[in-house]
């Protein structure tokens, strides 16, 4: 299960601008004319998403301090190795981290190892922690509204938003292969914003061409958030690759 677990702290969330609405857009026809047929793309995404072969990934974390112009004010790298197990769970190492240009890699491998060591009790008692699911996974499909905006061409265009409760839901657009449902892109935001947070926005980009199922590749998540007189603005950003494998098993030796 592609599950992203987003923490967002109020030390590390600025001011922000208002996000300007959506335009609006009628549905066109093509690929996915009728309510039936988009009903069976999305059985097709969900089994996509729902391939979780033993992978191992490399991820370069980039977090950006942003004054209220979006201008950088202070950068932060991690690069880590990560283990996708068989049953969906993932570990990872700290290669190396910098903080606005020092290495501060063993730091960051001691804040990382006590994050994950509170994250299941931290989770139940902040606000200010929110949980991604994918709208197209199974297990989440029935909680959302489905509509196709755009299915002209090889790909569809679906717009998704909560059916029911709003509460720890997403609203957004995604891009879907028409033939075989696999999910390549995903823009979104929470349908209700976590407390003190001012806005937040998802761009998620999925390489399709994964053994263990659609990766996504490219995370960018935006937002800004206030305490009191406190405000503060950020950019996270996550490139996730498949390093390619030892010389001596690509060569077959």
Same mark, same amino acid.
């Given at each position: 299960?592609?599950?992203?677990?987003?923490?967002?702290?109020?030390?590390?969330?600025?001011?922000?601008?208002?996000?300007?609405?959506?335009?609006?857009?009628?549905?066109?026809?093509?690929?996915?004319?009728?309510?039936?047929?988009?009903? +069976? *793309?999305? #059985?097709? @995404? %969900?089994?996509?998403?729902?391939?979780?072969?033993?992978?191992?990934?490399? =991820?370069?974390?980039?977090?950006?301090?942003?004054?209220?112009?979006?201008?950088?004010?202070?950068?932060?790298?991690?690069?880590?190795?990560?283990?996708?197990?068989?049953?969906?769970?993932?570990?990872?190492?700290?290669?190396?981290?910098?903080?606005?240009?020092?290495?501060?890699?063993?730091?960051?491998?001691?804040?990382?190892?006590?994050?994950?060591?509170?994250?299941?009790?931290?989770?139940?008692?902040?606000?200010?922690?929110?949980?991604?699911?994918?709208?197209?996974?199974?297990?989440?499909? +029935? *909680?959302? #509204?489905? @509509? %196709?905006?755009?299915?002209?061409?090889?790909?569809?265009?679906?717009?998704? =938003?909560?059916?029911?409760?709003?509460?720890?839901?997403?609203?957004?657009?995604?891009?879907?292969?028409?033939?075989?449902?696999?999910?390549?892109?995903?823009?979104?935001?929470?349908?209700?914003?976590?407390?003190?947070?001012?806005?937040?926005?998802?761009?998620?980009?999925?390489?399709?061409?994964?053994?263990?199922?659609?990766?996504?590749?490219?995370?960018?998540?935006?937002?800004?958030?206030?305490?009191?007189?406190?405000?503060?603005?950020?950019?996270?950003?996550?490139?996730?690759?498949?390093?390619?494998?030892?010389?001596?098993? %690509?060569?077959?030796?």
């Amino acid at each position: 299960m592609m599950a992203l677990l987003l923490l967002v702290p109020l030390i590390s969330i600025a001011l922000g601008v208002p996000r300007p609405a959506a335009p609006s857009v009628a549905p066109r026809p093509g690929a996915v004319e009728s309510h039936g047929e988009l009903e +069976g *793309l999305l #059985r097709m @995404t %969900a089994s996509r998403l729902a391939v979780a072969e033993a992978s191992s990934l490399l =991820e370069t974390e980039t977090e950006e301090d942003l004054d209220r112009r979006g201008k950088t004010t202070a950068v932060r790298i991690c690069k880590s190795a990560r283990s996708r197990l068989p049953d969906g769970t993932e570990h990872g190492e700290v290669i190396e981290a910098f903080d606005r240009g020092y290495l501060v890699t063993g730091t960051v491998r001691a804040h990382k190892a006590e994050w994950e060591k509170q994250a299941s009790v931290a989770k139940a008692k902040l606000a200010v922690y929110l949980e991604l699911t994918l709208p197209f996974e199974r297990s989440q499909q +029935g *909680l959302y #509204r489905f @509509t %196709a905006v755009d299915s002209s061409g090889p790909h569809v265009r679906v717009h998704f =938003e909560p059916a029911g409760q709003r509460r720890r839901l997403w609203v957004g657009d995604a891009t879907l292969d028409a033939a075989t449902g696999t999910i390549l892109q995903l823009l979104g935001h929470p349908a209700v914003l976590p407390r003190f947070v001012d806005y937040m926005d998802v761009h998620m980009e999925f390489d399709p061409k994964v053994a263990t199922g659609p990766l996504a590749a490219k995370q960018v998540i935006e937002g800004s958030g206030h305490f009191l007189f406190f405000h503060k603005r950020m950019r996270y950003t996550s490139v996730t690759v498949v390093p390619p494998p030892p010389v001596g098993l %690509a060569s077959g030796n």
